[in-house]
């Protein structure tokens, strides 16, 4: 394979689990939109469906060494920051 095809596939690779990324981000903005507690059984379950999914393509990725550990990492950390503002938001709605 050569470097510029393998440079692509890396390309491609990392290009492809962002949009993953951020659908879940925004399923996550939708509920800080509406300021909807996540609490609903439903949410609960596609949004770990949906971050236990995209954990294991990163997975994957890294494996296949399409993805740097750091990178995949780093996308994962962003949408645990987005799920912690939304349930900070949430939790600020409740007490007022």
Excluded: W
């Excluded at 689990?17 to 939109?33: N, T, W």
């Excluded at 596609?46 to 750091?70: C, N, P, W």
């Amino acid at each position: 394979m050569t470097s510029e095809v393998a440079v692509n596939y890396r390309e491609r690779a990392y290009s492809l689990l962002q949009a993953d990324a951020d659908k879940i981000v925004k399923l996550i903005q939708v509920q800080m939109d509406h300021l909807t507690m996540p609490q609903c059984p439903l949410y609960e379950e596609v949004l770990d469906t949906q971050m236990f999914g995209l954990s294991r393509e990163i997975d994957f990725a890294v494996r296949l060494g399409l993805v740097d550990e750091k990178d995949g990492k780093a996308i994962l950390d962003r949408l645990e920051r987005e799920l912690s503002a939304l349930h900070e938001a949430c939790t600020k709605k409740r007490e007022k």
